[in-house]
């Protein structure tokens, strides 16, 4: 894996340090709960529910984590990123909370409502067009010409354990609960999310499996486990899952993942849609596409729950009034 | 006042008895807070988020607080209770909870999801016409031929002090936050809610205003503090409020909140329809019609919020997928 060693791969103790940097900034999420979903998903449902984080999803825990990390020199000589949207509103927030310039480098078709909202967090936003052009290029020139920092979207040590402080979390929720989740089903797409809390419940809840779930057509982290070796997406696939489309997993998500994850679950952007309108219906909570990717795992029966307890991270509700309606309409 | 004194109206001990009681069994719902809707409000505004309550709506405590202060011998001859929704899946929820059989009596054209959602919590539904039938007389013929327990929406005292826990838990969660309260909204329809935080807030934050927050031709309470006796709402009227047109404040809830409230805000249901979208897309929260007139109150300017921070209790999450989709068209 590139020289990738198990002495570079984030451990729980970058995962508590990550949660004594984000204690009492980022928010504390709660573990929601619905009789009516338990009853529609066959078992017990836990949901993380990410949504209601600062900036609305998950990619907030990563971003401060990595900037409070970042020696105040090279900090404040401002940071770049390049994001089609949760990792630029993270970006922004977390640059706006440490005082810091940032510039987003997003597409220029990414949802109106991540566009807007990564403005109002007081971010530069460069858009480039995604058929076209190279965001990498273009966030490797505003480095070399600002001496900015890059904050990668998921590769990077220091944006794993920020993510991790959700599997702390749901270790210590359900604990508080009395209960002992069967299994945890997190959304992925680079790796990150899953990557850090998969080492959080590891060491925390060891023996517990963990999955990642990803749309079809963006199945690259579920083949590459099975290949044993990192695979890409094939060109010109499509899903709603806005938030879910890299095209292949990261060097250091892949070794992480590798060691901690069961296994990659794949679900259909009909049952996301599905599983938005249920989240509404029963737990009251706006989720965005890529959030839903593991509660559309549990209703359309992808993994068995009878007399289980499942934890479903939903990991965030930037999502565009529209796309919205059209999910409860089903 | 009917003979209501000082001595009948529920106090601090009452609501600590009810917290108590619904320790581990209700959720302890969180303070939500976005920067974005700070700017939209023009000051700070922290929002209790009863829609993640069990059943989506704060009915739960209320219900379950009166149904466990009940003797067994009674409790178990079971509950009947009227409501056009949440109060109904209040009472189906704390019954199932108890063991104890339920009868809801609730309005034919009531949201399908609170008749659906009554019914699949376990509870007896008895429909009747809002334009031709007396629920009451329906709920007293069913007490009378079962020997079973009314349960009040509102006019009683341990529905009154359950409610209050809100009040309880916003005065610990601002403190755990650093934070004084400004002044307080609550939605109010018969006026049990903001008669029970506001007693609470009172004790605990004392000289903290509370307004109770009502839709345009329901402003019953309103007017009644104006006047100094409960006074009606014209027949007639209409709101997309289903969970706020009680036709007058109760006898026991108006003691209380002539005692204890700041005054009444009124709002109308272009503001509603407007504060849902903004919950939605701030707050990723969903919020039904008659659980927004507190931010819609904050949005559309009812009182000036500058360089102050309210608390917002959002009510209840229960609303048809096609009403809320109109409110996000806008």
Redesign the interface.
Known sequence: MNGTTDATLPGLRDIERAADRLAGIA?RT?L?ES??LN?LAGGRVLVKAE??QRT?SFKFRGAYNKLSALPPERRNRGVVAFSSGNHAQGVA?AAQLLGVRATIVMPADAPL?KLN?TR??GAEVVTYDRDREDREAISRRIVSETGAELVPPFDDPEIIAGQGTIGLEIAEQADALGVRPDLVLVPCSGGGLVAGVSTAIAERLPGVPVYSVEPEGFDDMARSLRAGEPVQNSPGARSICDALLAPSPGTLTFAVNRRTLAGGLVVSDEAVRRAM?VA??T?????EPGGAVGLAAILDKRIDLAGTTAVVVCSG?NVD??L??EA??G
């Open positions: 928010v709660p929601l009789p009516m009853r949504p209601l609305g927030a409502i909202n109002a967090l309108a509404f219906e737990l009251k909570l706006v989720v509700g009034g529209r919205f309606a409860l309409a």
